[in-house]
Structures are given as structure tokens and as C-alpha cells.
């Protein structure tokens, strides 16, 4: 059974970092692309970036290119989301996904994503 945990989310003042860890247990983490998605209260679920099985490939939405960066350690089962800059209108609860994939592609659509994380709750403030 595969398992994502996420941590370190938190309550920052905009233009503050915070850097989100998810953790993934009981697969093969090496052969999964990873996706960070956040949701808002009342918003639909939104993409935020992803990083291919390898980590050769990065792809993120465009309201965080430049600001957010996502990394992976496969020894540690475990991918990052490093973000800077923080804005009020981040605030979310910030979730982790994995799907196995061989290729560099990623997916922009939470239905192709079969494992997720619980979620971890980001607040900037203004």
C-alpha cells in the first residue's frame, strides 16, 4: 500500500519561504512522477508543479514559476516543495500525488494521479 505524508506547512507572513516535504512509503519511488496540488476553500483542486520519476523534468503552473521549485531525493523517498516569495493568495491546503510513469511527461490532472497525501495546511498573510 502506498502512502504519501506531507509536512511542514504553516502559518507565514507573505513574502516569507516555507518548505513543504512529502514523504512516500510502500512503492517504488523511483518510478513515480510526483505532483504538488493546493486547494482553497471553495476553489476546485489547482496544480502547482511536478517532477518527473528522474527529476529531470519540472513543470509548474505559471502563477509560481519563479518562486517555487520542487526537488526529489529518491534515496529518501521523499519530494520537496521549496516556496519563496509567499503570497496571500497561496493559501491553501497544499497537497502531494504520485503516479507511475516511465516517461518524462507530467500531468497537470489531479485523475491521473492515483495516490495522495492527507494535505497540509499553508496560510500567508498579508
Known amino acids: 500500500q502506498v502512502q504519501l505524508v506531507e509536512s511542514g506547512g504553516g502559518l507565514v507572513q507573505a513574502g516569507a519561504s516555507l518548505r513543504l516535504s512529502c514523504t512516500v512509503s510502500g512503492g517504488t519511488f523511483s518510478l513515480v512522477t510526483m505532483g504538488w496540488f493546493r486547494q482553497a476553500p471553495g476553489m476546485e483542486r489547482q496544480f502547482v508543479g511536478g517532477?518527473?520519476?528522474?527529476?529531470?523534468?519540472?513543470y509548474y503552473t505559471d502563477s509560481v514559476k519563479g518562486r517555487f521549485t520542487i526537488s526529489r531525493d529518491n534515496a529518501q523517498n521523499t519530494v520537496y516543495l521549496q516556496m519563496d516569495s509567499l503570497k496571500p493568495e497561496d493559501t491553501a491546503i497544499y497537497y502531494c500525488?504520485?503516479?507511475?510513469?516511465?516517461?518524462?511527461?507530467?500531468?497537470?490532472?489531479?485523475?491521473?494521479?492515483?495516490?495522495w497525501g492527507q494535505g497540509t495546511q499553508v496560510t500567508v498573510s498579508s
Open positions: 517532477i518527473s520519476w528522474s527529476g529531470g523534468n519540472t
Open positions: 500525488a504520485a503516479y507511475t510513469s516511465g516517461s518524462q511527461f507530467i500531468s497537470t490532472s489531479p485523475a491521473t494521479y492515483d495516490y
